[in-house]
């Protein structure tokens, strides 16, 4: 297992896997479509304002809120992807050449006290080794009054249907506490942005629903995560491969369901 594949140590190094990671962000961009619009819309942005967006990929999300904050408007873009904001700068210099793209570090924001209005950071926080230590970092960058806005999963709510149950859940054991580095990061997000410095900290619960084999495993990677736990002795060789055929064949008289919650945690700094 390489690259991104391997989960959050894949992510942290993944100019080592920039081609995967592109064609991830791609899909991830178009299945998480309506929980992006909600982080973006519980910013409140207005005309004029302006966003830093943490982790920002290929810059995609940062283009739709250029269009909220208008021309007198400024939208940042970082991500800790060289090759990732390279792709960004490429993409958007000859249709949005306002939009502001550079190489930076979640726990070490290189921005002023109260250098934006909003701030928001979109499934980054699990692969971190300090999640508390970058959300104090969006709520110093943003001004008192401003809106913070994270988006994140909950690991260890991965449901995949078919096959024997116990398989199931040694391989959603090996994305939430092995392969992800904080699989529980969704449930603690109040705990952290409240400790922050932010008031009127809302929840909104989005559950991923995916009906296909592929899409799951396209986004969440299932074959090689099972891989992993036989690998690393949690299932047997025999019974993991007598899962995924279970699964496959669910998949394929199209009863395949496989399912993560994931949550929109916003906040006003105070």
Known sequence: MSGIEAGSVGWRAVDNDSEEATRYLELAARVLDVMKRKSIDSLRLRPGAS??????????????????????????????????IRQAIERTQATAPRLEFRVGN?????????????????????HLEEPARAVAEMTRVTRPGGRVSVLDSDWYTLIIAGGDVAVAQAVSHQVACVSIHQGDIGRRLVELMMDAGCDDVAVDVEPLVLRDLGTANDMMYI????????????????????????????????????????????????
Not at 68 to 84: E, F, H, N, T, W
Not at 108 to 123: P, Q, S, T, Y
Not at 224 to 240: H, K, N, Y
């Open 106 to 126: 979640a726990l070490a924001l290189d921005f002023a006290d109260n250098a934006f209005d909003a701030c928001r950071i979109d499934r980054v926080l699990m």
């Open 223 to 270: 074959r090689r995560f099972l891989e992993a736990a036989i690998v690393g002795g949690t299932i047997a060789r025999d019974a993991g491969e007598a899962w995924w055929e279970a699964v496959r064949e669910l998949d394929a008289r199209g009863r395949f369901f496989a399912s993560v919650t994931s949550m929109i945690c916003t906040g006003t700094v105070r």
């Open 51 to 84: 966003v830093l967006d943490m982790g920002c990929g290929l810059g995609r999300d940062a283009e739709r809120m250029l269009d909220a904050v208008g021309p007198a408007g400024r939208v940042v873009g970082i991500d800790a992807s060289q090759d990732l």
